[in-house]
Each structure stands twice: as C-alpha cells, then as structure tokens.
C-alpha cells in the first residue's frame, strides 16, 4: 500500500481531522499569480476563432443523445484557428466576475488587484495552476519548439526552438495509444503547486488533480462538439518531460500530455528517440511571492506519483476499480429521456459560473433538466492510456434531492442504464447538506438537488498504483466540469464545493469503498440578479 492510500483517507477525513499544518492562514498580499511570467520572451497573437462555425454543446455533453439542429461534417483534425479558439474558450480570460452573491470574495471584487476573472473552466479555488505548453514539431504552423500559452494576452510564447516531438514520443514510450505515436503536436499540462498550495497547503495536491479533470474535460467537450477527440495520456517519463520544460518536479510537475492529430498535413515521422542529449528550456518563470512555501504532505505526493511514471497499466487493469452497479429493486423514480437545446459549446462556456447562494427554492428544477444533468456526469470518464476506449464507468452519481417538480425529497442513487432515481432515504434533506458544509456560500437547501460523484479511490490506487490518484481525483474533476457546462446549456445555476464532511455523506448513503469527492448543488437562480456586464472577449 503506497503513501497515496494515506494521503486519501487524510483528505476523507478532513473535515474531523485536519490536515497539517492545522494553523495555516494563507499570506494573501503576497500570492503568487494566476499564471506565468517570462520577461524578455516575444509573444505571438494567436486568432480568437470568431469565423469558426459553432458546435452544439450538447453534442459533446452527451454524445450519441438527440440534439436539435443540422449535423455538419466535423474536421479532420485540428488547424491553428480551432486549437487556439479550444484554448480560448477553455482556459483564456473572457470576462471580469462583477455579480452580487454569496463568496467570501465579493467586497474586494471591484478593485482590479482582486479582480477574479472568469474562463470557460472551472478551478478549484479560482486558482488555475495549470501550464499549458504546446509542442509543435514541423508538421504543424508554429516554428518547431515549445510555447507557452499566456492566458493573459491570449498568445503563445516561444520558450524554446527545435523540434522535440520525437523526445516527447520516447518519454511517452512505445506502449502508449497509437494517437499519441502518430503525431507530432502535443499540449503538455504542468501543474505549478506553489499556485495552489499558498492557499490549500497539504490539501492542494488533492485540489490541483481536480483542476487536471476540468480542463480535459473542457477540451473533450469542446472538441466531441465537433466530431474531434482529445485523450490526455497520464503515465510516461515525467523527470524527462519536467527537464524539457526546465522545471523542477518539487515545484512544477507535468501531469498529461494530450496529443492533437492536425489537418491537411501528412503523418510525420514518427520514429522514437533523437540523438545526443535532451534540450532544456531556458527561459524561467519570475515568481511574485517573496515567500515560497514548500510543504512536506505534496511533496511526498508529488514523490509517490512520479516513483513509476513511465509504468503504463496493464490493458483492463482499470476495470476492477469500475464504479459499482446500481442495486436491482427498491423505489424507483423514472426520469424523462435526457436532451439538451441547440446551444452553442463556445456560448454554453462563456455562460458557465458558480451560482453562489443565488438558488431559489420557489423556482423548482424540471426533472427533465436533472436527467439531462445526470445523464452527461454518469457518461463522463477521463478517457486516458489507462482506459484509452472509456469504457470503464469511473464515477457513480447520488442525489439530494429537495425541490424538483414531481419527485419526492430524499436521498436517491442515479441509475444510468435505467435512467432512475433509486430511493436511498426519504424525507427533507437540506438541514443534514447544510450542518455538513464548512462553508457560508451556499445555502445547500435552496438548491433543487445536488449531485455527490463518488470513485473508489482506494480501488484505483490497487489497481494501477500511486499514479492513479490523479486519474481517481481527475475524474471527479471532469465530472465537475461537465455539470457547469450542462447546467449553462440548459440555462439553471449550478455550483461545486469542495469543503464538507465528507464522512458523514459515507455514513448517509452507506457508501463502502466509495469516496465522496464533491458536493454539487443545482436549481434555478432568483430572477434579475445584480450584474455587470462583463466580457472582454
């Protein structure tokens, strides 16, 4: 049993036995950014994607249910206005959050060194730890080399020249999914923890592999909106990779790389390995904080999930960590058939926020909204090397249900091949949410449901090791991402924490092996809030 079946059952218990260190209080003035800064390095504009034609959300919410409107031929593969409106509308800054609600934040918001800004993805905390590079090689349109891609300006800056696809496909090693061999264009996703530590301390590691899921899941909805496919691949040589990009794996870690199959060019040469030592990027991030924090729990993590990188798992290894089946019998409610509107995926993520105490009771949810909901979180994996064809269920739903039109309140189990609610307790549940919620931004009871995604972490973790947390952790992570977006495209509110007891939601619903990683609060928001308008893209 390795240290993360340790840090786990650490994060289960949280909300009864802190984490170290207990006493810490986060030095807000001196935060580190939310993002990186190379002086010095040229940045390059990258095109907005305005002319691209727009996609259904719902066709990659839910691929295979019925969606309205005509089904248009979906590319190829990606060209550089697709990849950089993906990149745009998933993690580049596209308005300024300036709506009254409930958050701790809401007095400091108007002053723009405490502007909180908003992306078409969600992150823990509003943190946004990850760095997105792209490696170009020369089948692509860049200059061959690595480039960062600069939230800010919406522009990639070229950190290092040369072609290093053929080093990427050696560290991802000759066992990796055929996409990934086949190609010469990668998004590698590195995770700074200093820029969420600062603020989560021991727990950040936890935090930092939701925040994984939600961006991949943000670019498999982007892009199974238009018929196209993005994998991340989890397990490979990271020491090399935290070396190509000239970063220390105690500080920044490379957690995926996602590998891009473009348009209009012929398959490269994709013979592995390259002669002569690897190049480093040279370029280094200026970090803002004058104080830098090193905690002893993350790094034992970031030690633990590194140990054996590049140790692919096993074909079907993932499959005995499947989640469980949903018991035959008991009180059944059924659902409607779940859809989604004719909306567009770039509008469904510019429209995606976190309702902060906005829900409003006497606006009860339509059932037929809450399946749509349910349906796309039970259909959502993190389609990875260790699962490459996702079909392995990782995440099972259960729901509190308390003001939806036609179903009783209770604590119910979401049944997906049936596509039903199973009564697990009957009755009001909205005192036992709210005296569970270490927080004063929501009021849980107002919500119309809210949704537990619960994964057998420990059953990951013996199956494919240590490395697996990330995949466990991540998973949860896409299905938080995928109810912001299902919830924009049908036009309700929704909402994601991450502190509650999480023990006494086991207690509850007699969960065994399952860990409740979330809490997802979902229901019609009180008419004609306070807002600004707020875009800038």
């Not at 994601?496 to 619903?509: C, P, Q, R, T």
Request: proline share 9%.
């Amino acid at each position: 049993m390795g240290y993360a079946h340790e840090y786990a059952d650490a994060v289960l218990h949280r909300g009864r036995v802190p984490m170290d260190p207990a006493d810490f209080v986060p030095n807000w003035p001196d935060g580190p950014r939310k993002g990186k800064f190379y002086p010095g390095v040229e940045s390059y504009a990258l095109p907005d994607g305005d002319g691209l034609p727009d996609a259904p959300a719902g066709r990659g919410l839910l691929p295979g249910a019925p969606v309205p409107g005509p089904v248009t031929p979906g590319p190829e593969g990606f060209t550089l206005p697709l990849l950089s409106a993906m990149l745009k509308d998933s993690y580049g800054l596209t308005g300024r959050r300036l709506g009254i609600q409930a958050n701790s934040d809401l007095s400091g918001l108007p002053f723009y060194t405490h502007a909180n800004w908003s992306r078409g993805t969600a992150g823990g905390g509003g943190l946004y730890p990850v760095s997105i590079y792209w490696a170009a090689g020369p089948s692509g349109p860049l200059t061959p080399g690595v480039h960062y891609y600069d939230i800010h300006r919406h522009a990639v800056q070229r950190l290092l020249t040369g072609d290093v696809s053929a080093r990427i496909r050696d560290a991802l090693g000759p066992d990796a999914p055929a996409e990934a061999l086949e190609t010469d264009q990668y998004l590698i996703l590195g995770v700074k923890y200093w820029q969420n530590s600062f603020k989560y301390n021991s727990f950040s590691y936890h935090v930092v592999s939701t925040d994984l899921g939600t961006l991949v899941q943000t670019w498999r909805i982007w892009a199974g909106a238009r018929g196209l496919r993005t994998a991340p691949v989890l397990w490979f040589d990271e020491p090399r990779l935290n070396g190509l990009l000239g970063t220390a794996g105690e500080e920044e870690a490379v957690f995926a790389v996602v590998p891009l199959r473009w348009a209009d060019r012929p398959s490269p040469a994709t013979a592995a390995g390259a002669p002569g030592p690897d190049p480093s990027v040279r370029h280094r991030d200026v970090e803002r904080s004058r104080t830098v924090l090193d905690f002893p729990t993350v790094r034992a993590m970031h030690t633990a999930t590194t140990a054996h990188a590049a140790d692919r798992p096993a074909p079907g290894a993932l499959a005995a960590a499947a989640a469980l089946p949903v018991p035959a019998g008991g009180t059944r409610v059924a659902l409607p058939a779940p859809a989604f509107p004719d909306v567009p995926v770039r509008a469904t993520l510019r429209a995606r926020r976190s309702s902060f105490g906005r829900f409003d009771a006497a606006r009860p949810l339509d059932p037929a909204q809450l399946s749509a909901v349910l349906a796309a979180c039970a259909a959502t994996s993190l389609e990875s090397d260790a699962d490459p064809d996702g079909a392995v269920r990782q995440a099972r739903l259960h729901v509190f249900v308390s003001h939806v039109r036609g179903i009783e309140p209770g604590a119910y189990t979401y049944d997906p091949d049936a596509g039903e609610l199973r009564l697990v307790e009957a009755g009001p549940q909205g005192a036992f949410l709210q005296e569970n919620y270490f927080l004063a931004n929501y009021n849980l009871e107002q919500a119309g449901a809210v949704l537990v995604p619960t994964v057998r972490t420990d059953a990951v973790l013996d199956a494919v090791g240590d490395r697996g947390y990330r995949l466990a952790v991540g998973t949860a992570g896409a299905v938080a991402q995928t109810f912001y977006v299902a919830a924009a495209a049908l036009g309700i509110g929704a909402g994601v924490a991450l502190g509650f007891d999480n023990i006494s939601f086991v207690e509850k619903l007699g969960l065994g092996d399952e860990a409740p990683l979330l809490i997802m609060p979902l229901g019609n928001e009180r008419p004609r809030p306070a807002d600004f308008r707020h875009e800038i893209a």
